[in-house]
């Protein structure tokens, strides 16, 4: 298996916990605190399969990152979860819209993360 996931998350706390579980599941973890860095470590690694974004960010949230990842071609293939406090049905409806592959609700269900990861790949 031994895919890459980018971690994007202001909350160290919550790239540690989502760390932990994703590593434990054989999967390489690369983690960021920013979307602009998140931005510009998928310009520069081509091995990341997938991306975990939190949504409220300061600076640039998530929905702006998608957006920005979903406009260059040289990595707007690559797919990207969503994952957000906001648990309000709009609030799923947003983020596929700016471009998220999926979406998944903050306290994260392990299984549901998995789940959309694996349907995503």
């Known amino acids: 298996m031994n895919k890459k996931i980018l971690i994007v998350d202001d909350d160290p706390r919550n790239i540690f916990a989502l760390k932990l579980t994703l590593k434990s599941r054989g999967y390489q973890i690369e983690s960021c605190t920013m979307a602009q860095e998140a931005i510009e470590i998928l310009k520069q690694d081509n091995f990341i399969d997938i991306v975990l974004m939190d949504m409220m960010m300061p600076e640039m949230d998530g929905y702006e990152a998608i957006k920005i990842i979903k406009q260059d071609p040289a990595i707007n293939k690559i797919p990207v979860i969503?994952?957000?406090a906001q648990?309000?049905?709009?609030?799923?409806q947003k983020c596929i819209d700016a471009g998220a592959q999926d979406y998944i609700s903050k306290p994260i269900d392990v299984d549901q993360l998995i789940n959309a990861i694996e349907k995503s790949l």
């Open 82 to 84: 969503a994952v957000t």
């Open 87 to 92: 648990a309000m049905p709009e609030d799923r």
